[in-house]
């Protein structure tokens, strides 16, 4: 078999929902060993990933994972982890900064059962900082950005993104920090302690937003309007509920567009040849234009449009993706036998190393279904000091199927 770039590398992965769990995701996939260290089932909220901890966020971003369940509550289950991180080498976790501390398990205490531990802490808004131990999720790292109050419509209130844009971003950030900081002990000799914060991470994708400001621009909210395209937007085609993207770039483009939709009435006005003169008139060319695109059925426009050199795309509904030829040619989705229960078509990797690609080996684990191998093979732990830790609430290995 291929080894894959991250073959031998150990992370103990104490994360939950999405941020987090995308991150050691990505080290999964590309050969990290990654233990989903999880609490006892009766001390998760229901709303987070109910039934049983195994909804879409828990099967979409823990898969290629193995799975135990420690009592970080209890001293013992304390004790229990601080003895797999002797052996690893990253421990990740997305708490709120005062949490590890107040388990005994803050940067320290691991580094002292193992010197070159990188221990990964990515809370909402950082380690430090007066606002350190706010709780926060996806939609108030969104509104904390700034993105919040740019995304919307014209003369209406901000709109958040729906699917949090923190979560992934922070999730991806994380994982190429842990492999800096593995770069870094590789020629120190030393681990080190990766403070991330979610709502830093987001704020760079604010880009010429942030520019336009420290100029004394006062933005507002724009739809899918641009500040310097016309037309650039989203517009309703024939056919049921069928929409098409079309970004003007140029006023070259806007000739082949007016030339494809046989509006010889623009191509000679002298107002709309130039990018400001169509900004100042973007309501008129919006209302004729979607009297173009409703028209036409969305795949028939779209390659009748990038024919003639307008870039536009139809735009695909979530349950179109699983039948896009692009994404079909290219692997995509994988299908993947999730637990008995049978084939079902996870996430592909988009990452293509040709040398060591990444791969799908398992579905997200069953709730401590790698006791055996974790407590058993990694520490050596006899089947009676297993039993009497299982007696005492510790660890569960009722789900162990290893």
Not at 113 to 138: F, H, K
Not at 186 to 199: F, K, P, V
Request: glycine share 12%; aromatic share 6%.
């Amino acid at each position: 078999m291929m080894t894959r770039p991250l073959t031998g590398v150990r992370v103990l992965d104490l994360t939950r929902v999405w941020a987090g769990p995308l991150a050691t995701q990505v080290l999964a996939d590309f050969g990290a060993e990654v233990i989903k260290v999880e609490p006892p089932l009766a001390a998760v909220p229901q709303g987070e990933d109910a039934p049983g901890r195994r909804g879409p966020y828990f099967n979409q971003y823990n898969r290629n994972k193995l799975g135990v369940i420690i009592d970080l509550a209890q001293a013992r289950g304390r004790e229990l982890l601080l003895r797999l991180a002797a052996s690893a080498d990253v421990v990740a976790e997305n708490f709120t900064p005062r949490v590890m501390p107040n388990l005994g398990l803050s940067y320290d205490a691991l580094a002292s059962a193992n010197p070159r531990i990188v221990m990964l802490s990515m809370p909402g808004l950082g380690l430090t900082g007066p606002q350190r131990d706010y709780v926060t999720w996806g939609v108030n790292i969104e509104g904390l950005s700034g993105i919040g109050a740019l995304t919307g419509y014209e003369d209406e209130g901000p709109l958040t993104g729906g699917m949090s844009y923190g979560d992934p971003v922070a999730g991806l950030h994380a994982a190429l920090a842990v492999l800096m900081a593995l770069e870094w002990r590789e020629a120190t000799g030393r681990g080190c302690h990766i403070d991330l914060s979610q709502l830093e991470s987001l704020i760079p994708f604010l880009g010429e937003a942030l520019l336009a400001c420290q100029m004394g621009a006062d933005l507002r909210p724009m739809g899918n309007r641009h500040p310097m395209m016309a037309p650039h937007g989203v517009y309703r085609c024939g056919g049921d509920d069928e929409w098409i993207a079309i970004a003007v770039r140029t006023d070259e483009e806007w000739i082949r567009l007016c030339q494809a939709l046989g509006e010889q009435e623009w191509c000679a006005d002298a107002g709309l040849r130039t990018a400001d003169g169509r900004l100042g008139r973007q309501r008129e060319i919006e209302t004729r234009l979607e009297k173009h695109t409703r028209a036409r059925g969305s795949v028939e426009l779209e390659r009748k449009l990038l024919t003639a050199g307008v870039p536009a795309q139809r735009l695909n509904r979530v349950g179109d993706l699983f039948q896009d030829p692009q994404l079909r040619a290219r692997g995509a989705f994988v299908r993947v036998e999730a637990n008995g229960e049978g084939f079902f078509p996870f996430r592909g990797i988009p990452l293509r190393l040709s040398a060591s690609p990444g791969r799908i080996a398992r579905p997200a684990p069953l709730p401590g279904e790698h006791s055996d191998y974790v407590f058993g093979e990694l520490l050596g732990m006899s089947p009676g000091e297993r039993a009497e830790l299982e007696r005492a609430g510790i660890i569960s290995e009722a789900a162990s199927a290893s």
